[in-house]
């Protein structure tokens, strides 16, 4: 079964979601949710076909994603973007 995860970007730049779900492809999915204050809900990004949110995740910004088995992930320095983006 899958797990909702909470997980934020521990980085001082944005997150890139593709590299990061490349590096933990085996515990979690292909979609991650991220809450927008100003939409008043939450936004998705699913890689492959996109969707309300950006492949990138803001500095310090806390993102749902499902997992596929009970194990840790990696954060690692290739995943880290040298610019910010914005929603």
């Known amino acids: ?7 934020s970007n521990p980085y001082p ?5 593709h590299d990061f779900q490349a590096s933990n ?8 949710e991220v809450f927008d204050p100003s939409f008043g809900n939450y936004r998705t990004y ?6 309300d949110a950006l492949r990138y995740i803001e500095v310090g910004q806390a993102f749902f994603v499902n997992t596929l088995q009970s194990a840790p ?15």
Request: charged fraction near 10%; hydrophobic fraction near 35%.
């Open 1 to 7: 079964g899958t797990n909702l995860e909470l997980l």
């Open 13 to 17: 730049s944005a997150l890139d979601f």
């Open 25 to 32: 492809n085996a515990t979690i999915g292909n979609t991650y």
């Open 46 to 51: 699913t890689i492959g076909s996109g969707g």
């Open 73 to 87: 992930v990696s954060f690692t320095n290739p995943i880290e973007t040298i610019r910010t983006h914005r929603m």
